[in-house]
């Protein structure tokens, strides 16, 4: 045998097999079974290939051939017995190995975002999937229609497509309460826009949010926390864009950063709206797209499915009623700020 050949080890008794069961013409015994699987078990968890090993089956089966007559059909029926057994105990072997390697992967997950380990140990443990905590990481976070577990269709292809395109770059791929997680190192630019486009077509139109690069262990905690907002974010402003970059947002965050000072900016600028004739939500709806149309009325009209006179009615009536006028760049950027304010405080639904 050459340093290449399959040890014999894992093929022991199967010359014994083939014989008996040539020249008896019976089939394989249970325990004969199950010592296939078994050895079938330690070539994988000795890192063989199945090709090897069946080449190898397929050797020695052409060493242990019977010479008697007719005994084809029974030698045949072990060997597909034998292979087949070894087959199915090399899998098992491997799915538990797969098993193994998720959970690893998850409990380092946990740890590096939730800080339930000292940072040396950490450090060391994320050298194994690929981590340089030392580096700057960026993270994004995927999100879809339904929850998405480690090893399914989704995580598998969305991985397949990053290491298709970038090969091996440090690139970590996970799933944390069912959503896609890709943790990046944060020189590598291209990857995450990468993945969000790979993880939106994947999770049929769902949404993306990559948070900016942030140094050490710490700052893969940061940039995931970063993408969580985002998404949130997204949430209740009804953000329509499929991909959202947390440096693009950081806007919302300083905005509701007085919570109480934001309450009573709604309150003071849009709570008269709630005295017009069907409540306030008609009237700050229509101001919502006024602003996101770039304070167009045609365009507004357009997106709410109303004539352009029906959406100068309500703006002349939100003037009436909080002395805000719309139009006037001068009230314009109070009245934009409050409307955030309603979408991220969820008024008029909650009380203030």
């Known amino acids: ?14 010359a014994r097999i083939l014989t008996e069961a040539a020249a008896t013409g019976r089939r394989l015994t249970r325990e004969e079974i199950e010592s296939r699987r078994a050895l079938g078990e330690q070539a994988a968890d000795a890192g063989w290939g199945l090709r090897a090993c069946v080449t190898a089956h ?5 060493e242990a051939w019977p010479r008697t007559p007719g005994a084809a059909d029974s030698a045949l029926a072990a060997v597909q017995q034998a292979v087949d057994a070894f087959a199915e105990g090399y899998e098992r072997a491997q799915r538990q190995a797969v098993r193994q390697e998720e959970a690893a992967r998850r409990e380092f ?6 800080g339930r380990s000292d ?10 999937f690929g981590l340089r905590l030392a580096h700057a990481h960026a993270v994004a976070v995927a999100e879809g229609p339904v929850a998405y577990a480690e090893g399914s269709g989704v995580p598998r292809r969305v991985e397949q497509a990053l290491l298709s395109r970038f090969g091996n770059r440090n690139v970590l791929l996970t799933t944390k ?4 997680l890709c943790i990046a190192p944060g020189q590598e630019s291209e990857v995450l826009p990468y993945f969000a486009k790979q ?7 769902g949404r993306v949010a990559i948070g900016r690069p942030q140094p050490g262990p710490g700052g893969v905690v940061q940039s995931y926390e970063e993408a969580l907002n985002a998404l949130e974010l997204a949430e209740r402003l009804d953000l329509d ?4 970059y947390a440096a693009d947002l950081l806007v919302y965050p300083v905005l509701t950063r007085d919570r109480q000072a934001m309450a009573d900016l709604v309150a003071n600028t849009l709570g008269p709206l709630a005295e017009a004739r069907g409540g306030a939500r008609p009237l700050l709806d229509t101001l919502a797209v006024y602003f996101d149309s770039g304070c167009v009325a045609a365009e507004t009209a357009r997106r709410l499915s109303l ?3 029906a959406v100068t009615y309500r703006l002349e009536r939100v003037h009436r009623l909080t002395g805000a006028d719309p139009a006037d760049p001068n009230h314009r950027y109070m009245l934009q700020t409050a409307v955030i304010g309603a979408r991220l405080l969820d008024w008029p639904d909650k009380e203030l």
């Open 177 to 180: 309460d069912g959503r896609l």
């Open 109 to 114: 997950i946990d740890d590096l975002l939730y």
């Open 1 to 14: 045998m050459t340093e290449r050949d399959v040890p014999e080890r894992f093929l022991d008794g199967y």
């Open 119 to 128: 940072l040396g140990r950490l450090a060391e443990r994320a050298e194994r």
């Open 58 to 62: 397929l050797a020695a089966t052409r």
């Open 241 to 244: 864009d499929p991909v959202l």
């Open 307 to 309: 004539s352009v006179r």
């Open 199 to 205: 993880a939106h077509a994947a999770t049929d139109g």
